[in-house]
């Protein structure tokens, strides 16, 4: 009896070690925004401070990318692979400057 559950310390010790020292993988939730910028040739949307969100390959974002070099107000989620925002565009409305 005294083996076991000497036996299962150990184990239990070495898995508690192990998570205090492995990363815990982040699992990043979709962020609704509303946004405004310029639709650019690289499947882009640029804001006015420079944040670039690239634009989700999807109906709507296809959509976007009729309005090249215009200003444009969009709503969707933005996740990040990568470091790279990524905007799925649920609606849209093209802007006057």
């Keep these: ?31 609704t925004v509303t946004i405004v910028g310029e639709v650019n040739d690289q499947y882009q949307i640029v804001t006015k401070d420079g944040t670039i969100y ?18 444009v107000e969009i709503t969707g989620d933005v996740t990040e692979e990568d470091g790279v925002k990524v905007l799925n565009v649920k609606s849209f409305k093209a802007k006057e400057e």
Aim: charged share 20%.
């Design 54 to 71: 690239e634009i989700a390959d999807t109906e709507m974002g296809e959509e976007v990318l009729k309005f090249i070099g215009m200003v």
């Design 1 to 31: 009896m005294k083996k076991k559950f000497s036996r299962f310390s150990i184990v239990l010790g070495v898995l508690l070690a192990l998570s205090v020292f492995l990363p815990n993988p982040v699992i990043a939730e979709p962020t």
